[in-house]
């Protein structure tokens, strides 16, 4: 028996008024793949993400997770579902500390629903999960800060570490190292590939080094068409891909 | 599992000691003092007084549920305080009845079904009004309270026409011995809701619904993406705010054994949201501060003037602009500053602050009153302290004038040195 693929996409399409941003886009990634996703600025990557992760209504096509047909559901369920997403702005909450923060993502998975008659301070478990992802996202000593004090680097690792919270099987990642140092991305990269170990994961980046390094596969978005899908070789051989997008000088020296 | 094992977190959770010190200690406190109260021999006055500002700790806190914890602006609290009042009065002539099984039911547990009866007013109407937050949540807010509280004067039946509903809490069995006649006694029984009601709303804020709370007041759309319905989170929070408002609502009932169609109207409503705000939403404690203030301004005020809610307003609009965290805010902002490192500077430039404050207040007061006392035309003419101060008399003016300027340099040159200190 041969398991369904952890995201099939088909025919998705969406238009806002007149103005078409993704066409018919298919695709199928399998459990345990990571596949990134590239495009110029404007191709629509973000909102894909947010057609698979329920926040737009597809105004075409369907998404099914792990064969079960998602679309039209709202974004908790599909999250309820195990499926994580982080955002290209941090999105984040504010008036609470790292740890609070961690917290909330935590709660779905402690099995404790919309409950009101158990004290989270004194779950043990909850406690213990929260600290393990805040120690994999490198924020553990950083827990009592307040959300909205952080530097800008860690409130991105934070915004992963709420998307990874929820034990999620699948995990998008909308550019989670845009505006990172050289070396804050390095530490970035470190803490996706483990965290999204046995995962599916979907990741926007525009840092080639980051995904001819992490991603299985690569998909080339452009004007909200799917250019072309294959291996990092292929993806880099491709002349289509090179001349639509690339640019032969936007390639990294050593991978030209 | 095994990095949850060998990594120590306690470092960066409070601790038990920290826990009792900064949550369950207070509560004792509080709890202390309203038990220590009657030792001190009150009036009949203070007693009232003091009943008025339980009742209304209770509601003002059950409406910074909404307001402070969850975000949601509601110009319609006094609905749900009416209900579970209108309800418990209703049961409270059951039991004088003696009929059927409410013959047996004590009149100190009354507040139980003011919270049910509340908090089914909030699943009824927030089931509707709960799907959006912000401005929309506002205006059925409001509007739903303008529907009910004309209805409350239509429906005789069951809201007893503009005379209300009456009836005697000195019926049914009694409890801790208590026969609720004496004002004294009515004490306890408002003293044991108040501390229930703040220790469960404080109880509340811990649960995860409590902190799921917060965080669709910040982000409703991440809540999304942590597996949670902003709109249900909101409409579970709606119901407790609306249970806790009936508790208050059935303490007000057995308090004062009557319950009236004006309780329903926007001036309760409003002067819900003033207590909060001007308590400081933004602390658990605020409204206990907001509630004790004007429930006080409110009773002693207006024996002493025409123009207590315009001093209300002032106080109100002033908090608003000026500090918006609020009386908590102004006293727990007092006590950091005291701790901070340079104590001294922050005392000369508090006190300067507050000498400028209290002289424009002045000014104001003396503006107001003779402006009132003018107005009304009979006469009379504002003397305090004996001296007195006519609108014929320069020397109002030169008052007025003069506290309005003083007050405002000395505001100002706080303002500058605290820019200075920072
Ligand atoms: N809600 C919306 N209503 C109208 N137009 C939208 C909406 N969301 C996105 N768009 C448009 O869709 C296009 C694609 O936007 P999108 O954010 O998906 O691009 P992107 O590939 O993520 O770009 P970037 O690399 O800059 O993040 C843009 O032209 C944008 O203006
Ligand atoms: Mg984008």
């Known amino acids: ?256 | 599992m095994s990095t949850q094992d060998t990594f120590d977190y306690s470092a960066h959770v409070p601790s038990n000691a920290e826990k009792f010190r900064q949550r369950t200690l207070p509560l004792l406190i509080f709890a202390a003092i309203l038990v220590a109260i009657p030792l001190t021999g009150p009036s009949r006055t203070m007693y009232t007084l003091m009943h008025q500002m339980g009742i209304n700790i209770v509601l003002a806190m059950s409406y910074n549920m909404l307001l402070g914890r969850a975000g949601l602006l509601s110009f319609g609290h006094a609905v749900y305080f009416g209900f579970g009042g209108y309800f418990a009065m209703h049961v409270m002539n059951w039991i004088a009845d003696g009929s059927g099984i409410w013959g047996g039911f004590p009149v100190f547990l009354l507040p139980v079904l003011g919270f049910g009866a509340g908090a089914l007013a909030g699943a009824v109407i927030g089931w509707p009004s709960c799907r959006r937050a912000g401005t929309t949540f506002a205006m059925i807010s409001l509007g739903v309270a303008e529907l009910v509280a004309s209805g409350a004067f239509m429906f005789d039946g069951f809201f007893g026409g503009e005379q209300g509903i009456s009836g005697d809490r000195m019926n049914g069995p009694q409890m801790f011995g208590l026969t609720l006649g004496p004002i004294s006694q009515v004490y306890w029984f408002i003293a044991f809701w108040t501390i229930v009601g703040v220790a469960g709303m404080y109880a509340f804020t811990r649960t995860p619904l409590g902190k799921l709370s917060e965080a669709t007041r910040d982000n409703p759309q991440r809540v999304q993406f942590i597996g949670y319905n902003p709109q249900r989170v909101r409409y579970m929070v709606f119901i407790f705010a609306g249970g806790f408002a009936g508790l208050a609502g059935a303490m007000s009932a057995v308090n004062y054994e009557i319950f009236t169609p004006d309780a329903f109207s926007l001036g309760p409503s409003g002067f819900i949201l003033i207590m909060a705000y001007v308590g400081g939403i933004t602390y658990f404690v605020g409204p206990i501060f907001g509630a004790i203030l004007l429930t006080y301004m409110q009773s002693m005020m207006s024996d002493f003037t025409d123009a207590w809610l315009l001093y209300l307003g002032v106080l109100f609009i002033s908090i608003v602009m000026f500090a918006p965290r609020g009386l908590a805010g102004i006293v727990f902002g007092f006590g950091a500053g005291l701790r901070g490192p340079r104590p001294r500077a922050f005392l000369i430039t508090w006190l300067t602050h507050l000498a400028g404050i209290a002289l424009m207040l002045i000014g104001l007061i003396v503006l107001v009153e003779i402006a009132v006392r003018w107005s009304n035309g009979y006469g009379e003419a504002f003397a305090p302290f004996g001296l007195p101060l006519a609108q014929s008399n320069p020397l109002s003016w030169l008052l007025v004038l003069l506290s309005a300027l003083a007050g405002g340099a000395l505001t100002r040159r706080a303002a500058r040195m605290r820019e200075a200190q920072a």
């Open chain 1, 1 to 256: 028996m041969t398991l369904p693929p952890a995201l099939s996409i088909r025919g998705l399409s969406k238009s806002f008024g007149p103005a078409r941003i993704i066409t018919d886009v298919t695709l199928d990634i399998a459990p345990g793949e990571r596949h990134a996703i590239i495009g110029p600025n404007g191709a629509g990557k973000s909102t894909l993400f947010n057609l698979i992760s329920g926040l737009y209504f597809p105004t075409a096509g369907s998404v099914a997770l792990n064969g079960e047909n998602i679309s039209g559901l709202p974004p908790h369920q599909i999250n309820r579902m195990g499926l994580s997403r982080s955002f290209q702005v941090s999105n984040i909450f504010t008036n609470m500390t790292v740890r609070e923060n961690v917290r909330c993502g935590v709660l779905n998975t402690m099995g404790l629903g919309y409950s009101f008659w158990s004290n989270i301070g004194a779950n043990k478990t909850a406690h213990a999960k929260t600290f393990e992802i805040l120690e994999r996202c490198g924020l553990s000593d950083k827990a009592n800060v307040p959300a909205s004090l952080l530097p800008y680097a860690d409130q991105r690792s934070l915004e992963i570490a709420i998307t990874i919270a929820g034990d999620p099987d699948v995990i998008l990642l909308d550019e989670p190292t845009a505006g990172m140092s050289q070396s804050e991305t390095a530490r970035a990269v470190d803490l996706i590939a483990k965290a999204t170990e046995g995962k599916t994961l979907l990741i926007v980046e525009h840092d080639m080094g980051v995904i001819f390094n992490l991603a299985d596969r690569i998909s080339v978005l452009v004007y909200g068409e799917i250019l072309a899908t294959g291996t990092p070789q292929e993806i880099r051989g491709n002349a289509e891909v090179r001349e639509a997008y690339l640019g032969d000088e936007a390639l990294p020296e050593e991978l030209a």
